[in-house]
């Protein structure tokens, strides 16, 4: 009942060109969404209007 399975081989180590191209991805993903972050705000400060600068402290 001694049942081997195959063993995967193990993944090849990222190259140097790979880390450069994820870490492009990841500020391009980053830039996205403070971007979106900066939209979101932006709207809504629109969408408020003037009135959000008339509230009780």
Request: hydrophobic share 45%.
């Amino acid at each position: 009942m001694s049942e081997q399975r195959p063993q995967k081989p193990a993944p090849a180590p990222f190259s140097p060109e790979d880390m450069a191209r994820r870490r492009r991805r990841s500020v391009a993903l980053a830039l996205v969404l403070g971007g979106l972050v900066i939209f979101f705000f932006v709207v809504t400060l629109v969408k408020t209007g003037p009135a959000i600068l008339n509230r009780p402290l």
